[in-house]
């Protein structure tokens, strides 16, 4: 059973450049979810989606973009990194409703440096 | 939106001995309460919740306990183990739509010999 995976695991990268964080789930969760975390600012949403073909935009959705084509699968694409966005990045999946427990699954993550 | 307040930051304890996490929170519409353990170089994960139509759960060494009126909630470890030794994480969120959980800034639990 593998849950969630990122990739890459780690990854660095010039300013300037587009970068696209990778998210599968094999869970058939409806719902997932993007976040950053730096020292200090606890995890930070950038963007979620509630189900396949929608998206939405957290605290922190500015210089990041997501798209949802099908269950499995929520990319993140920087399109032009700036130094900024310097974090590690973890994507998360749910079952999502009004009856449901709401329990984040995490993925391993993604350290970003860019330089 | 939803403000999530953790502390302390760090928090050292001996074997054995208790440790408490404290949270508030602003959005009075907040109905969910997860805490998270993150160890090093990995994922959070879930290790117990809360709603707010209780106001304590508990599961073996850990327990939380919820005060609607005061907005606050915390976890309780008690005979702490080094295993127990990571980052927790306090969130909060509305059930009934999307669960965008907000996150407290994390607590770094360090149990000693």
């Known amino acids: 059973i593998a849950g969630i995976t990122q990739a890459p695991t780690s990854q660095i990268l010039a300013a300037g450049r587009r970068m696209t964080l990778r998210c599968t789930q094999d869970m058939r969760h409806n719902a997932m979810y993007w976040y950053r975390q730096d020292l200090g600012l606890g995890l930070r949403l950038i963007h979620y989606?509630?189900?396949?073909?929608?998206?939405g935009k957290g605290e922190v959705p500015d210089g990041y973009s997501v798209s949802r084509a099908n269950t499995d699968d929520f990319p993140l694409t920087l399109a032009s990194a700036v130094p900024s966005q310097t974090s590690v990045y973890f994507c998360?999946?749910?079952?999502?409703?009004?009856?449901?427990?709401?329990?984040?699954?995490f993925g391993p993550g993604t350290r970003l440096t860019v330089l | 939106g939803e403000n999530v307040e953790q502390h302390p930051s760090t928090l050292s304890v001996q074997e054995g001995d208790s440790a408490v996490i404290k949270c508030t929170y602003s959005d009075s519409a907040s109905n969910y309460f997860p805490w998270y353990k993150q160890e090093l170089g990995k994922g959070p994960q879930l290790i117990i919740d809360i709603r707010s139509n209780v106001g304590e759960k508990k599961d073996q060494r850990i327990a939380v306990t919820l005060n609607k009126t005061a907005k606050h909630f915390s976890l309780h470890i008690t005979e702490t183990q080094p295993e127990d030794s990571a980052v927790y994480f306090c969130a909060a969120s509305e059930t009934g739509t999307a669960s965008k959980l907000t996150f407290g800034t994390g607590t770094r639990l360090q149990v000693t010999l």
């Open positions: 989606s509630n189900t396949a073909g929608t998206t």
């Open positions: 998360a999946s749910s079952v999502e409703g009004v009856s449901s427990y709401n329990e984040q699954f």
